[in-house]
């Protein structure tokens, strides 16, 4: 396998952010089209449209610095920011002026949201205008894909918008997802341990969100509440329980819209938590040299994106849950030794487990999704080097882990369309009732 190939793609797909990924587009889409605006010039009017799984994510979610949830204030900051070259982290340091300029904004309706029920997946369109001109910045398929910026009905930037699978027509992309799982590991086992140093970062990065999250009682409180039931001797103190608490209370911090920011993975920051910080969990408390573990969270990052060029980057199936914590549950069973036989039966118990989680939107209760999902990674793991593997004569279960994966994206994709418009019918309505 093609060592820059993989360094190249985990560099593209394992970014820094700040905040909920969703809000974070939306804000970085508001900043593209306000930055080609005159300076200075008073904005009258925000219209965002964003497809249904844009809205779902971004809907109930904290955003960071603000006290406060939702696409209206993280479109109004984007437009006041124009700082469209910090990508995911766009809502990153916000100043209390800013915010004031921004809750004014809200307040006078100046910032319109709408889903346009006909676009797939990710696709957020802003459109900014004052007394004088008017510009608009589309973004499609990933988080940071920009594809198109107008100003006054003429075109400044256009590229290929990729095809509606959500996946674009990148090289690396197209080679990941052919690629397989043993090649993945085998190439995680080899590569120059300098080229992927930089993931370490990553594992820093969350663990100190999880320390924050832990030590404030943020969100809903799940790692701490895990933590003070491992002191007081209610839980054990084992790898487990350890992968949960710090999980959990990552999420906490970031879905509460705490200042803090996080690694993502395959675009989500959610991903990125349970990427990392499972496999960092079980590497704590076995004693892994860093140099492994660095590896393994590699090996945990690569699988996550490839099992999404599957499923798709949003869907009606919670990713975190089939995706990076599958990725995980491979790394962890790599880090404890498995080789491939074992790698495959741990992800397989993974996907035969959790596969069915929906997601219902990014908000505080993430955090016990992703707690769980953490658990059932070591779980899955340590039952595979038990020897227990869910047979292939089971559900969506083949003998071939990469079959297995794109059943796993059938599943997805048509699988459960349908039903994903039920959860935004829900959500739409619960919204409505609420304003």
Known sequence: MDFNKIVALLKIEVLPTMGCTEPGAVALGAAYAANVLEEGAAVS???????ANIFKNGVAVGIPGTGQTGLPIA?????????????????AAIQQRELVLAQAMVDHGIIQVSVDHEKNRLWIKVKVETASEWSEAIIQNSHTNLVRIRKNGKTLYEKDQGNDDGIQDNPLNLWCKEASVNAMVEAMER???????FIAEGIEMNFLAAQKGIAKKLGLGIGAILKEMVDNGTL???MINYAKMLTAGAADARMSGENVPVMSSAGSGNHGITAILPVYAVAQKTGAAPDKMIRAVALSHLITIYIKLHTGNLSALCGCAVAATTGASAAITWLL????????????NLIA?????????GKVGCALKLSTAAGAAVESSLLARGEVVVPDTNGIILSSIQDTIKNLGKISNPGMVFTDKVILEVMLKKERSVS
């Open 45 to 51: 009017k925000v219209s965002v449209s964003v497809s």
């Open 75 to 91: 479109a109004a900051l984007g437009v006041i920011k124009k700082n469209p070259e910090k990508k995911l982290s766009v809502l």
């Open 191 to 197: 590569i120059p341990l300098q080229d992927i140093l």
């Open 236 to 238: 054990s103190d084992d």
């Open 337 to 348: 030794g498995g080789k491939g036989t074992a790698i495959e039966a741990a992800m397989k």
């Open 353 to 361: 487990n959790l596969t069915g989680m929906i997601c219902d939107g």
